[in-house]
């Protein structure tokens, strides 16, 4: 197994001979902390020493993000224990954690922009009747905040509104640097930042390690990682699988912990099982020249009759859009969707309403709020996709409903009472089921899917597999965005990976692992095969 | 203990689905019920003429809250349904002064009512309003438009049929009940049946459940909410021409109870405020309720202050219970 590595920066160059260990700043060790059904840590720990650069990695929902809210202290863990400073300690509100030194710079760019940078800068600190530190001492940490981050043409004064994206960013790390600080964390701090912002942070970052203050981060990009990281914790569904110290940093093998042993043979015995199914069809959805975003780079693919696509990225790198582009709900900043009518010619969607009469059906990620009609019945949340074709004079065609409905309960294994019961008695995959019954039932040619599998137990997943297949074998296309990068290999016929609102990479899944998948995933590799 | 547990599970479930049964009962027994205590208690409550003239009020109201029921199942209400049924009335009226015919100046006044509902809903959604505002600012605008028109003077009378169609002593051909109550039950029957049956009558309620849903079922939600809003002043249109007959008199402001009562119909009967549940039968319930509870109340002694009083703790009492039972069925 090869792993397509893109031509990273010269890490020995950036890495100064091992420098005298300061001790051990944080300890986080056995920590677990559950949201409702869900476990996010179970034993998570992690070590940051002092005058270090730490890196956190791991997957969407690998509990990076609930780590580091609990020890920025947004929120408490259910168990487990925190040394700071050689001392136990106990993050209880996030007044606690800034007074001991750790500040916080979150994923969001939290700011006002009618404010201006030096207000945004000092947002928060402020008592409620004076300022705590005086004017002229805020004047002088915001220039020296701004300076260090490379922002020193701006005007303090300057509304916030009038910088870009990137300075604002930059606004909200100055937030937290103008603090006295020892921990610094930063949560996909560098995701808006251009190449000149990001190299002045990490110089900065790097004075500041000399000092003896620390620092840890999450990135995206592997290449940041392998870069900046003295040492990374691999977090993997919720406990910390490993502890890499600096000679051992590499985006391989970063991303082969991230995946887990375990999963990558599942994939593997499951390739080996897998059927390849020859994809001769014609041809039913074209997509050209498509730029999601104004930055991103145009993509082309085409998607057979039968065809099974999986959509990959991390959370919002342009899968979602994809997806939604391809169903006409949204429009991408250029390029075109098109779509083979049933006359044989090609078709633009202009809507959502034109795509479906072509034959593209959707099937949202929130079933809750964007899916189903909750008060209403079974039968109902069925029918709206087939009440056009049967109904006469504007009445219903009861009867022909309710034997369609008995058709495609029987065909996909509904477990329900009544079908006039609300549809909300069902469970999640029941209702799963009914939302993808409302599309089957109208004969589609192209159905996408957001994230289908999500909140369905294990079981009703196996069976919403089959009939995805066997929908597939007799001639739909399906184009479907999974979080599951096993899901999406077992399933599909190929993967596009998106990465910052490109097409990353597009996989043939016979043959891929999830290693490949993920490094794409992180924008590793920029080999781009269609079959055009 | 493990078998206790799942031993009450189905009880524990089947006891829930029991008590959202019979609590969508409530308005359909409040109905006999009242009439019962009604019977006992007054003299006269069960004759012939007291239980038309019941009817008759409960007429007004279940054709006015008619298309109330539509616009709160598409998620929206009509406050101008008082301004519409004052229009009409003083139109109609007018309209006889100045010797139209009365079908032309009906016909005429039910368009004007069509125009103005589909204006309450297109206004809606192009502005992206909630219906509540548009309506009350459609409601000041016909009602002053109306007292521009007519100039505050305003002479005329309506056909004699047309007062005994709402009258105690009037028949519908051979049938000893004024027409005012049959046209309620022949409207009602078409009504639960468009609900039920419809494919708009089931966008209705798609449209109120989960607007975002409804976009992306391809549900045409744009005409669901135009519909429910011309159905709701054409009806209240209606409501209007009939009280010319019942009043004998032009007056502006003869809708203006009507504001609240069809609100409290539709909610007493059980249709969520918040949209996508309930129904016209419940509706039927509601302004039976209603009318009954004031006959009742009157006949207790109580001033219409008082009355006002109980109908608002039973308002109150009534969304307590229905809210236990929403929360329920809707858990998705």
Same mark, same amino acid.
């Given at each position: 197994?090869?792993?397509?590595?893109?031509?990273?920066?010269?890490?020995?160059?950036?890495?100064?001979?091992?420098?005298?260990?300061?001790?051990?700043?944080?300890?986080?060790?056995?920590?677990?902390?559950?949201?409702?059904?869900?476990?996010?840590?179970?034993?998570?720990?992690?070590?940051?020493?002092?005058?270090?650069?730490?890196?956190?990695?791991?997957?969407?929902?690998?509990?990076?993000?609930?780590?580091?809210?609990?020890?920025?202290?947004?929120?408490?863990?259910?168990?487990?224990?925190?040394?700071?400073?050689?001392?136990?300690?106990?993050?209880?509100?996030?007044?606690?954690?800034?007074?001991?030194?750790?500040?916080?710079?979150?994923?969001?760019?939290?700011?006002?922009?009618?404010?201006?940078?030096?207000?945004?800068?000092?947002?928060?600190?402020?008592?409620?009747?004076?300022?705590?530190?005086?004017?002229?001492?805020?004047?002088?940490?915001?220039?020296?905040?701004?300076?260090?981050?490379?922002?020193?043409?701006?005007?303090?004064?300057?509304?916030?509104?009038?910088?870009?994206?990137?300075?604002?960013?930059?606004?909200?790390?100055?937030?937290?640097?103008?603090?006295?600080?020892?921990?610094?964390?930063?949560?996909?701090?560098?995701?808006?930042?251009?190449?000149?912002?990001?190299?002045?942070?990490?110089?900065?970052?790097?004075?500041?390690?000399?000092?003896?203050?620390?620092?840890?981060?999450?990135?995206?990009?592997?290449?940041?990682?392998?870069?900046?990281?003295?040492?990374?914790?691999?977090?993997?569904?919720?406990?910390?699988?490993?502890?890499?110290?600096?000679?051992?940093?590499?985006?391989?093998?970063?991303?082969?912990?991230?995946?887990?042993?375990?999963?990558?043979?599942?994939?593997?015995?499951?390739?080996?099982?897998?059927?390849?199914?020859?994809?001769?069809?014609?041809?039913?959805?074209?997509?050209?020249?498509?730029?999601?975003?104004?930055?991103?780079?145009?993509?082309?693919?085409?998607?057979?009759?039968?065809?099974?696509?999986?959509?990959?990225?991390?959370?919002?790198?342009?899968?979602?859009?994809?997806?939604?582009?391809?169903?006409?709900?949204?429009?991408?900043?250029?390029?075109?969707?098109?779509?083979?009518?049933?006359?044989?010619?090609?078709?633009?969607?202009?809507?959502?309403?034109?795509?479906?009469?072509?034959?593209?059906?959707?099937?949202?990620?929130?079933?809750?709020?964007?899916?189903?009609?909750?008060?209403?019945?079974?039968?109902?949340?069925?029918?709206?996709?087939?009440?056009?074709?049967?109904?006469?004079?504007?009445?219903?065609?009861?009867?022909?409903?309710?034997?369609?409905?008995?058709?495609?309960?029987?065909?996909?294994?509904?477990?329900?009472?009544?079908?006039?019961a609300p549809v909300g008695t069902l469970s999640g995959g029941n209702?799963?089921?009914?939302?993808?019954?409302?599309?089957?039932?109208?004969?589609?040619?192209?159905?996408?899917?957001?994230?289908?599998?999500?909140?369905?137990?294990?079981?009703?997943?196996?069976?919403?597999?089959?009939?995805?297949?066997?929908?597939?074998?007799?001639?739909?296309?399906?184009?479907?965005?999974?979080?599951?990068?096993?899901?999406?290999?077992?399933?599909?016929?190929?993967?596009?990976?998106?990465?910052?609102?490109?097409?990353?990479?597009?996989?043939?899944?016979?043959?891929?692992?999830?290693?490949?998948?993920?490094?794409?995933?992180?924008?590793?590799?920029?080999?781009?095969?269609?079959?055009? | 203990?493990?078998?206790?547990?799942?031993?009450?599970?189905?009880?524990?479930?089947?006891?829930?689905?029991?008590?959202?049964?019979?609590?969508?009962?409530?308005?359909?027994?409040?109905?006999?019920?009242?009439?019962?205590?009604?019977?006992?208690?007054?003299?006269?409550?069960?004759?012939?003429?007291?239980?038309?003239?019941?009817?008759?009020?409960?007429?007004?109201?279940?054709?006015?809250?008619?298309?109330?029921?539509?616009?709160?199942?598409?998620?929206?209400?009509?406050?101008?349904?008082?301004?519409?049924?004052?229009?009409?009335? &003083?139109?109609?009226?007018?309209?006889? !002064?100045?010797?139209? %015919?009365?079908?032309?100046? *009906?016909? /005429? +006044? @039910?368009?004007? $009512?069509?125009?103005?509902?589909?204006?309450?809903?297109v206004a809606s959604l192009a502005l992206r309003v909630h219906p509540?505002?548009?309506?009350?600012?459609?409601?000041?605008?016909?009602?002053?438009?109306?007292?521009?028109?007519?100039?505050?003077?305003?002479?005329?009378?309506?056909?004699?049929?047309? &007062?005994?169609?709402?009258?105690?002593? !009037?028949?519908?051909? %051979?049938?000893?009940?004024? *027409?005012? /109550? +049959? @046209?309620?039950? $022949?409207?009602?029957?078409?009504?639960?049946?468009?609900?039920?049956?419809?494919?708009?009558?089931?966008?209705?309620?798609?449209?109120?459940?989960?607007?975002?849903?409804?976009?992306?079922?391809l549900v045409r939600s744009r005409w669901a909410l135009i519909s429910?809003?011309?159905?709701?002043?054409?009806?209240?249109?209606?409501?209007?021409?009939?009280?010319?007959?019942?009043?004998?008199?032009?007056?502006?402001? /003869?809708?203006?109870?009507?504001?609240?009562?069809?609100?409290?119909?539709?909610?007493?009967?059980?249709?969520?405020?918040?949209?996508?549940?309930?129904?016209?039968?419940?509706?039927?319930?509601?302004?039976?309720?209603?009318?009954?509870?004031?006959?009742?109340?009157?006949?207790?002694?109580?001033?219409?202050?008082?009355?006002?009083?109980?109908?608002?703790?039973?308002?109150?009492?009534?969304?307590?219970?229905?809210?236990?039972?929403?929360?329920?069925?809707?858990?998705?």
């Amino acid at each position: 197994m090869s792993l397509p590595v893109s031509e990273g920066r010269n890490r020995a160059q950036e890495r100064q001979p091992a420098r005298e260990e300061h001790g051990t700043l944080l300890e986080m060790a056995g920590l677990s902390r559950s949201f409702g059904e869900t476990q996010a840590l179970k034993s998570a720990s992690l070590v940051v020493r002092r005058g270090e650069i730490h890196s956190l990695a791991g997957e969407n929902g690998s509990g990076k993000s609930t780590l580091m809210k609990i020890l920025s202290g947004v929120i408490r863990p259910d168990s487990g224990d925190i040394t700071w400073d050689g001392r136990a300690a106990r993050f209880a509100r996030p007044r606690a954690a800034q007074d001991a030194g750790v500040v916080m710079v979150f994923q969001e760019t939290l700011v006002v922009p009618d404010l201006s940078v030096r207000d945004n800068i000092f947002l928060g600190t402020d008592g409620l009747l004076r300022h705590r530190r005086g004017r002229r001492q805020e004047q002088a940490d915001a220039v020296a905040a701004v300076n260090h981050l490379g922002l020193g043409h701006y005007d303090i004064e300057t509304p916030l509104w009038q910088l870009s994206l990137a300075e604002q960013q930059l606004i909200t790390i100055a937030r937290a640097i103008v603090r006295p600080w020892q921990l610094l964390i930063l949560d996909e701090s560098t995701s808006a930042l251009d190449l000149g912002q990001r190299d002045r942070l990490f110089a900065y970052l790097r004075e500041e390690r000399a000092r003896g203050k620390s620092v840890l981060f999450t990135s995206h990009r592997m290449d940041e990682v392998e870069e900046l990281a003295d040492s990374v914790t691999v977090l993997r569904l919720g406990a910390t699988v490993a502890r890499l110290d600096r000679a051992a940093i590499s985006s391989a093998e970063i991303l082969r912990l991230m995946a887990g042993r375990a999963t990558a043979q599942r994939v593997e015995e499951v390739s080996h099982a897998r059927h390849v199914r020859p994809l001769d069809g014609p041809e039913v959805l074209r997509v050209d020249a498509l730029a999601l975003r104004k930055t991103s780079r145009p993509m082309s693919l085409t998607v057979r009759e039968g065809e099974i696509l999986g959509l990959a990225g991390l959370e919002g790198q342009g899968q979602v859009e994809f997806a939604n582009c391809v169903a006409a709900i949204s429009r991408p900043a250029s390029g075109t969707v098109a779509v083979l009518g049933k006359g044989g010619g090609w078709h633009r969607p202009r809507g959502f309403g034109d795509a479906n009469r072509y034959g593209i059906a959707f099937v949202p990620r929130d079933r809750r709020r964007e899916g189903l009609f909750g008060a209403m019945s079974i039968l109902d949340n069925f029918g709206f996709g087939i009440y056009p074709e049967l109904s006469r004079l504007g009445v219903l065609r009861k009867a022909a409903i309710r034997q369609r409905f008995a058709e495609y309960a029987d065909h996909m294994r509904l477990v329900y009472g009544s079908a006039s019961a609300p549809v909300g008695t069902l469970s999640g995959g029941n209702q799963q089921k009914v939302l993808l019954g409302r599309w089957l039932a109208t004969g589609p040619r192209i159905l996408v899917l957001n994230d289908p599998m999500r909140g369905v137990d294990a079981n009703t997943k196996e069976e919403l597999y089959g009939l995805m297949r066997s929908q597939a074998s007799s001639g739909l296309a399906l184009v479907l965005v999974s979080t599951d990068i096993p899901e999406l290999l077992t399933l599909c016929d190929r993967v596009a990976v998106f990465h910052e609102g490109s097409l990353s990479a597009l996989l043939p899944t016979a043959g891929t692992t999830d290693t490949d998948v993920m490094a794409a995933m992180f924008g590793q590799s920029t080999e781009v095969r269609d079959d055009e | 203990m493990v078998e206790t547990r799942l031993g009450r599970w189905p009880v524990g479930r089947r006891i829930d689905i029991s008590r959202t049964l019979l609590i969508s009962l409530i308005p359909y027994s409040l109905v006999p019920i009242l009439a019962l205590i009604g019977a006992a208690t007054i003299d006269g409550y069960a004759t012939k003429s007291s239980l038309v003239s019941l009817l008759i009020l409960s007429s007004f109201l279940g054709l006015a809250s008619l298309g109330q029921t539509f616009t709160v199942i598409a998620g929206g209400v009509d406050l101008s349904i008082p301004a519409v049924i004052g229009m009409a009335d &003083v139109v109609i009226t007018q309209l006889d !002064g100045d010797r139209w %015919p009365f079908w032309l100046a *009906a016909l /005429v +006044i @039910l368009a004007i $009512a069509a125009v103005i509902g589909a204006g309450n809903a297109v206004a809606s959604l192009a502005l992206r309003v909630h219906p509540l505002i548009v309506t009350l600012g459609m409601g000041l605008i016909v009602t002053g438009g109306v007292l521009v028109w007519s100039h505050d003077s305003i002479s005329g009378s309506v056909p004699q049929w047309l &007062v005994t169609s709402v009258s105690v002593i !009037g028949k519908t051909g %051979p049938i000893p009940i004024p *027409a005012i /109550v +049959i @046209l309620w039950a $022949a409207l009602s029957v078409i009504t639960i049946f468009m609900q039920r049956r419809s494919r708009l009558g089931r966008e209705i309620y798609a449209t109120g459940a989960n607007p975002s849903a409804a976009r992306l079922a391809l549900v045409r939600s744009r005409w669901a909410l135009i519909s429910a809003f011309v159905v709701a002043a054409v009806l209240a249109a209606v409501v209007g021409i009939l009280f010319a007959g019942y009043s004998g008199a032009a007056d502006d402001t /003869v809708g203006q109870p009507y504001l609240f009562e069809t609100v409290t119909a539709v909610v007493v009967g059980g249709t969520s405020l918040l949209g996508g549940r309930g129904s016209y039968g419940r509706t039927i319930a509601g302004a039976l309720i209603i009318s009954q509870l004031t006959t009742l109340l009157v006949g207790f002694g109580f001033g219409p202050s008082m009355q006002e009083v109980l109908l608002g703790i039973l308002i109150i009492l009534l969304v307590i219970i229905y809210g236990r039972e929403s929360h329920v069925s809707t858990r998705v």
